[in-house]
């Protein structure tokens, strides 16, 4: 994929100020999982320091396309929503035991419902999330006539 524009220099002159970010709408989008990196969370509220994945979801809208980047906490606590994100994908199975493979995610396709939240920093400004994933559909067995 080739990317527009160029590199600068660090002497180039600019000119072009900061464009708005306008969040998507909330509501259900097909996502790609572009990359996941490694990280480390330093630990908050009742959560200690732990591995952290952090995963960049490409989101699919009728009139464009943004990347949202979603931390997954590696705790037991937090178990259900390393699920939620396996399942999405197609990986893991309700109820299924899964070594987590995390470099089977880039690529993998799942439909994610989107939300907003406000800023942190900015409460007036709103950001979009991934609120949930769907679990993806088991392949069902083809359709045969009269069969039961």
Request: proline share 6%; hydrophobic share 30%.
């Amino acid at each position: 994929m080739a990317t527009e524009g160029r590199e600068f220099g660090w002497d180039d002159t600019i000119k072009e100020d900061a464009q708005e970010f306008e969040p998507l709408p909330e509501g259900d989008y097909n996502v790609t999982i572009e990359k996941f990196d490694r990280s480390r969370s330093s630990g908050s509220g009742k959560l200690p320091a732990c591995n952290m994945a952090v995963v960049y979801f490409h989101v699919h809208a009728p009139n464009r396309e943004i990347t949202i980047r979603e931390n997954y906490v590696l705790h037991s606590s937090l178990e259900w929503k390393l699920s939620e994100l396996f399942r999405g994908v197609g990986l893991k199975k309700e109820g299924e035991e899964l070594r987590m493979d995390w470099s089977a995610l880039p690529g993998k396709t799942a439909r994610a419902k989107i939300g907003l939240r406000a800023g942190t920093k900015d409460p007036t400004k709103k950001y979009n999330f991934i609120d949930k994933l769907y679990p993806k559909e088991a392949s069902k067995p083809a359709f045969t006539p009269g069969g039961f």
